[in-house]
């Protein structure tokens, strides 16, 4: 059974950090490509950033120079630092796992930038 499991969000004032993780179990991890999405109230869910088997990253736009992906093969894990944050990254973000026809996600978590 595949499992990807949020932790790390919560709420952070303008400005602040967080960084998010996500541990995997269930897959060959390594193997895999890792994305993180998010869902702010009322709009679809987006892409935010991934980072590819081999190391390979890319970004939305708006999280560039902001956020940074990596990620631990040995811990099975994927990490999201959030840098810099504003109101408007406040969303439910979802941890992705994909590679050919596969794709599995996580519960997803809060993220709330507020003063």
């Known amino acids: 059974q595949v499992q990807l499991v949020e932790s790390g969000g919560g709420l952070v004032q303008p400005g602040g950090s967080l960084r998010l993780s996500c541990v995997a179990s269930g897959i060959i991890f390594s193997g895999y490509n890792m994305a993180w999405y998010r869902q702010a109230p009322g709009k679809q869910r987006e892409f935010v950033a991934t980072?590819?088997?081999?190391?390979?990253?890319n970004y939305k736009e708006s999280v560039k120079g902001r956020f940074t992906i990596s990620r631990d093969n040995a811990e099975n894990t994927v990490y999201l630092q959030m840098n810099s944050l504003k109101f408007e990254d406040t969303a439910v973000y979802y941890c992705?796992?994909?590679?050919?026809?596969?794709?599995?996600w996580g519960q997803g978590m809060q993220v709330t930038v507020s003063s």
């Open positions: 992705n796992a994909w590679r050919e026809t596969y794709n599995y």
């Open positions: 980072i590819t088997s081999r190391g390979r990253t």
